[in-house]
């Protein structure tokens, strides 16, 4: 026997999946400690801004910079090399009609980013053509919060536009039965006296409409230090009283004319007559009646302070108008891309399950076990890198505000920030899919 013979054979290369599970992930050992090394860095930082699902190069959605990193640096090489051998296997083992092997869960994370990607893209095309919307949407937003702040944080009374205009009407319609009678004996004409009917019931109604709204915003028309308010308060108030008082005197004027002459038909019978005085001002107050009854609907339904209703009716507008837009050019593509999604997931789940019938794809599910077991070790890491971040930038800073990803930050709101709360809780997951 030679010498040669007696020499020892080497040992095999180790595979891209050994090296990947070889990796200590050991609190103490060195690829650990480098990660948490990084949390002084970074809870110093003026501002953080997150990786967003789907990005290119990103290993996970709502990663730090420093997260990012880490990744890179200890763990993204030696993943996606164990990640590539596995899917070469799988593509070894053919499928119905000589297709090659895949591998269901780097499939489903390809074709979600895929999807993801898609509808980034939509999203940024929307949100480009309609900057201009979104900038004064959040404008709006900004001032509509800030005032709401400002009062208590309570929401502003707001009427519907429907409500609004039927406000007046509700009360020229009573006001027009009770004067249609006399209005029509005093014009002689049933055309004329409706005419009168509905000019008079519109006037007291719009009076009692205004008298409403200023009994309800007195503070804010009457303050001392506002001159321009007061002004604008008084003429509303004006307008109202002037309305009201010549809409009541052409109908008291026909209301004295009418009873007048039925009491003098009764006196020439010999029987006993009303006051017309009497009578007509007693009418009128079935007038006045509806008219306060209007008016106190009026201070029911509107805000005290008009400018910041007038701010939450913009707001509204604003945001029924950009949702408009957005129910018509974008969400119609985003369904469509969902639904292909949904599609495409299900077609390569149903091969998939083919597949796995054949009893050499067993290594294959085996090796993907074994390397979402280390995905867990990493996700650990991260998890625990991300609790100790937000504790050191709580010492510092406990309102810290995150910005989102750029798909999050596009979406019409007034902020694209997130707290720390709420960082704490966003999902962390390893992404399979080869890039």
Known sequence: MSVDDLSIAPAPAATPLRAYLDLDLAYDAKVATD??????????????????????????????????????THIGGKRQAALTAIEAAARQIRGDGNTEGIV???????????????LSDETHRFYDRHKDSVDQLNKLQGEYDAHRADLGDRDA????????????????????????????????????????????GIAIGVASWLAGRFWKAWQYYMRAD????????????????????VALGFVGYARFKTVAERAMELNILGLPA??????????????????FIGAAITYILHDEDPLFAERAAKLATCRSRFDSA?????????????KGHHQKVERMRLRAEKMRRKSEY???????????????????????????????IEERDPTFRINASTRERQTGTASGTIGLAEFATLPLHLYRGVR
């Open 362 to 392: 067993d290594a294959v599910v085996e090796d993907m076990g074994r390397l979402s077991a280390k995905d867990h070790e990493v996700l650990g890491l991260l998890q625990s890198y991300r609790t100790h971040l937000i504790h050191a």
């Open 157 to 200: 009374i707001v009427p519907s536009r429907w409500v609004e205009w039927g406000l007046p009407l509700l009360v020229a319609v009573p006001e027009g039965f009770m004067n249609y009678g006399s209005f029509v004996a005093l014009a002689g004409l049933g055309v004329a006296g409706l005419g009168l009917t509905i000019v008079a």
């Open 104 to 118: 269901a869960e780097i499939e489903e994370d390809r074709l979600k980013r895929e999807s993801t990607q898609r």
């Open 274 to 291: 009303p006051n017309p005085v009497i009578a007509t001002l007693l009418l009128l107050m079935g007038n006045l009646l509806v008219f």
């Open 326 to 338: 957005k129910r018509r050019e974008f969400d119609r593509k985003v369904t469509d891309i969902t």
């Open 35 to 72: 990660l948490s090394s990084r949390v002084e860095r970074e809870a110093k930082r003026g501002s953080l801004s997150l990786t967003g699902d789907g990005d290119a190069g990103a290993i996970s959605a709502h990663l730090t910079p420093e997260m990012q990193s880490w990744l890179g």
């Open 226 to 245: 506002d001159d321009d308010q007061q002004q604008r308060g008084l003429r509303m108030i004006g307008l109202a009283s002037v309305l009201l008082t």
